[in-house]
């Protein structure tokens, strides 16, 4: 199975902040890397899919980048609505993994 | 506009057997690329992927869970059927059906509301 490595597991950020938040897998997933958002008791959101896309709909703030074995989402002006859990996850292979999660809190 | 929605029990026995049921609308389950996935979350905790069923049947399973799951898929009536057998607490958690397209890297697009199950006697 390739795990996901999420970092950090949460952080706290001010409004107009760069918050970046860093995933890694443990072997090689080209740029089949997803990212979600998930506030409390909601489904996950698609942000990012295929390392960078952005899904239709989905603020142009938020900015995926990497390939490989390492990644990253960046959010480059937080803002109070990105308070949430993100979580990465690699479509690769099967068994399809996600990351553990990184909580954003809004300081 | 693609939506789906889990239905099924909300209690379920351990040693029990789950069967919940995605359905859904805006897609074909027949149309090549298309798939419908079960992602799990027990409370307080991270996201873990349980099946995958395609367009043309083709089942994956998450290997550790795999002798207790069942994935089948009811094109008429757009619906996807989970199983889970032999239930246990840690079992307890909510439960997603997602859509999924090969074509954009088999992401998970568009997501039911969840339904959370809890196993308990």
């Known amino acids: 199975d390739i795990q996901m490595t999420q970092s950090p597991s949460s952080l706290s950020a001010s409004v107009g902040d760069r918050v970046t938040i860093t995933c890694r897998a443990s072997?090689?997933?080209?740029?089949?890397l997803n990212w979600y958002q998930q506030k409390p008791g909601k489904a996950p959101k698609l942000l990012i899919y295929?390392?960078?896309s952005l899904q239709s709909g989905v603020p142009s703030r938020f900015i995926g980048s990497g390939s490989g074995t390492d990644f990253t989402v960046t959010i480059s002006s937080l803002q109070p609505e990105d308070s949430a859990t993100y979580y990465c996850?690699?479509?690769?292979?099967?068994?399809?993994?996600f990351g553990g999660g990184t909580k954003v809190e809004i300081k | 506009q693609i939506t789906l929605k889990e239905s099924g029990p909300t209690l379920v026995k351990p040693t029990q057997t789950l069967t919940l049921t995605c359905t859904f609308s805006g897609f074909s389950l027949s149309t090549s690329g298309v798939g419908v996935g079960w992602i799990r979350q027990p409370p307080g905790k991270a996201l873990e992927w349980l099946a995958l069923i395609y367009w043309n049947d083709d089942k994956r399973y998450s290997p550790s869970l795999k002798s207790r799951l069942t994935i089948t898929k009811d094109t008429s009536k757009n619906q996807v059927v989970f199983t889970m057998t032999n239930m246990d607490p840690v079992d307890t958690a909510t439960y997603y059906c997602?859509?999924?397209?090969?074509?954009?890297?088999?992401?998970?697009?568009?997501w039911g509301q969840g339904t959370l199950v809890t196993v308990s006697s």
């Open positions: 295929a390392a960078s």
């Open positions: 072997q090689s997933i080209s740029r089949f």
């Open positions: 997602a859509h999924s397209l090969t074509v954009v890297g088999r992401c998970f697009d568009y």
């Open positions: 996850q690699q479509s690769y292979s099967t068994p399809l993994t």
